[in-house]
Every structure is written in C-alpha cells, then in structure tokens.
C-alpha cells in the first residue's frame, strides 16, 4: 500500500534474505526487507543490518522533528493498519512443494474471510491475494519439518479467518 501511494514498483522474491540480496544488487531496488526484520538498503550491505536501520530511524525522526509515535499515527493515518501472523504446523512426512502449490493453486477458494481472492500466486508456496490487499501464503518450510502458514490483514479478525482457512487447508496436506 505504501509503495502504491507514493507511485514506487514492489518487487517479491521467494522467501530468505539471499533472494532479496541478489535482486538488489542487480535491481535498481531502495529498500529490501523479510518477515524476520532484516531490512537492506540500497548503497549498503546486501544483508539485514539492524545498526544502520536504527540510525536511519534516528535521522528520520530528527529531520521530521516528531516523535516517533507521532510519525508512526500519521503512517497509519496515511495507509491503513496491517496485521500479520505466522502458524507452523509440524510435519509428519515431508511435503513436495511444486506438488503442493500446483494443487492448492488450482483449488484456490473464490473468497476467504468474506474477502474475494483475486490473485493466485506460486512464486514460493500457494498465496492467495484478496480483493482487499490482504494475503495467505502456504508453504514448506526450507530449513526445518514444518508447514508455514502466513497471513497479513487490514484486521486481525481477517488474519484470524486465513490463517484459520490455510491450516484447515494444511492440514489435508500434511
């Protein structure tokens, strides 16, 4: 949403800081971050670096001259809240991703939480895009015996209907 607001390309790579790293380095990219907190950018190292974010932060709120609640109001003001969970469910057997986000691709639902799905993406898992901006995506896990199920909402009662339609759905797959 912010991207949008100010006219600016959003780009999605697969999960992992690595796949952000390689496309800013060959990308004309301002700013790369994952779910974890790891925020890059452009002009600097191609890895989260926490020090700097909290010296960007700094300079921020200094040159506004706000506090950083302040800013933080008008943000929310500005785009709207954003609400976001993650749920693992452990695997008894291993999940062959392709197999498993060709299948919930093609099964995608028409809505999910009274929002319609108006997207269906298979870049990294199966997500689901709904008419609203908000997202479900389902997908194994790389490094661990898991199935990661995320969800982000304008509404933690909409985070709470997919997160709650992507484990019923993960369940049948694992």
Not at 52 to 62: D, H
Not at 124 to 142: E, F, N, T, V
Not at 159 to 164: E, F, H, N, P, S
């Amino acid at each position: 949403r912010l991207a949008k607001r100010y006219g600016l390309k959003l780009y999605e790579t697969p999960v992992g800081f690595n796949h952000i790293a390689d496309y800013m380095m060959s990308e004309d990219v301002l700013i790369g971050g994952e779910e974890s907190g790891g925020i890059s950018f452009k002009g600097n190292i191609p890895e989260g670096d926490g020090v700097l974010m909290g010296l960007l932060v700094v300079e921020m709120v200094a040159a506004a001259k706000k506090p950083l609640h302040k800013m933080v109001d008008d943000l929310l003001e500005d785009v709207g809240p954003a609400f976001y969970e993650r749920t693992d469910l452990r695997l008894k057997r291993p999940v062959e991703k392709s197999r498993m986000t060709e299948r919930l691709s093609k099964q995608a639902p028409a809505e999910i939480g009274g929002e319609k799905v108006v997207e269906v993406s298979a870049m990294d898992g199966a997500k689901y895009i709904m008419a609203d901006d908000s997202w479900l995506l389902i997908r194994p896990s790389g490094t661990e015996p898991v199935l990661r199920v995320y969800a982000e909402g304008r509404s933690k009662e909409m985070v709470r209907a997919l997160l709650g339609y992507g484990e019923q759905v993960a369940e049948s797959v694992v």
